[in-house]
């Protein structure tokens, strides 16, 4: 079956970075767009990012405009957000979602 995977999560620093890769198995990326959800502990899950089919036009959650950049790279199938200057608020379980598609999450964490 279609399978979404996250990866590159975990426990950082404030102000430090993290780059979180999505990738697919039995699903193509291409011709998607491809979004980042997140879900903190107790508050609903909200899109953090989105990137088009082509890459060309991407979308952004005020909070993290201008720390995080998503991209993608179809011919390796894969999904990227990158994360700077990281806070206590970006703390929750990060998810990658595509059509219908969801990934499990990884957690990020950030904390001194």
């Known amino acids: 079956q279609v399978r979404l995977v996250e990866s590159g999560g975990g426990l950082v620093q404030p102000g430090g970075s993290l780059r979180l890769s999505c990738t697919a198995s039995?699903?193509?990326?291409?011709?998607?767009?491809v979004s980042w959800f997140r879900q903190a502990p107790g508050k609903d899950r909200e899109l953090v990012a989105q990137?088009?089919?082509?890459?060309?036009?991407?979308y952004y959650e005020d909070s993290v405009k201008g720390r995080f950049t998503i991209s993608r790279d179809n011919a390796k199938n894969a999904v990227y957000l990158q994360m700077n200057s990281l806070n206590p608020e970006d703390t929750a379980v990060y998810y990658c979602?595509?059509?219908?598609?969801w990934g499990q999450g990884t957690q990020v964490t950030v904390s001194s």
């Open positions: 039995r699903f193509t990326f291409s011709g998607y767009f």
């Open positions: 990137i088009s089919a082509s890459g060309g036009t991407t």
């Open positions: 979602k595509a059509h219908i598609y």
